[in-house]
Nanobody
Framework: QVQLVESGGGLVQAGGSLRLSCAAS????????MGWFRQAPGKEREFVAA??????????ADSVKGRFSISRDNAKNTYTVYLQMNSLKPEDTAVYYC????????????????WGQGTQVTVSS
């Protein structure tokens, strides 16, 4: 069983920054890749970024390259993945979801069997 809890969302002006966190727990969690997805109102949930379990590999969507970065901390059985978001734009407004997968560094929703509840990010113009 894997449990994921996101935090760090909020309201920010365009050009600002936020850091999202996802606290994860589960017996086999160190072997899981982690991802962030987002869903804006009326739109499909889309991939944002992902990181391998060892943090040796990352991948980001083209729309966030150069602005967002993903990292993780596997220390002391408190597994946390972060999404640092800089130069935020109004089009980044969405609910951001953390996800976990034992299947490798995935970029599609169906590759991730475990999901958090999401955290709202709103960027004002």
């Amino acid at each position: 069983q894997v449990q994921l809890v996101e935090s760090g969302g909020g309201l920010v002006q365009a050009g600002g920054s936020l850091r999202l966190s996802c606290a994860a727990s589960g017996r086999t969690f160190p072997n899981y890749a982690m991802g962030w997805f987002r869903q804006a109102p009326g739109k499909e949930r889309e991939f944002v970024a992902a990181i391998s379990w060892s943090a040796g590999s990352t991948v980001r969507a083209d729309s966030v390259k150069g602005r967002f970065s993903i990292s993780r901390d596997n220390a002391k059985n408190t597994y946390t993945v972060y999404l640092q978001m800089n130069s935020l734009k109004p089009e980044d407004t969405a609910v951001y979801y953390c996800a976990a997968t034992p299947y490798g560094l995935g970029t599609t929703k169906r590759e991730y069997p475990y999901w958090g509840q999401g955290t709202q990010v709103t960027v004002s113009s």
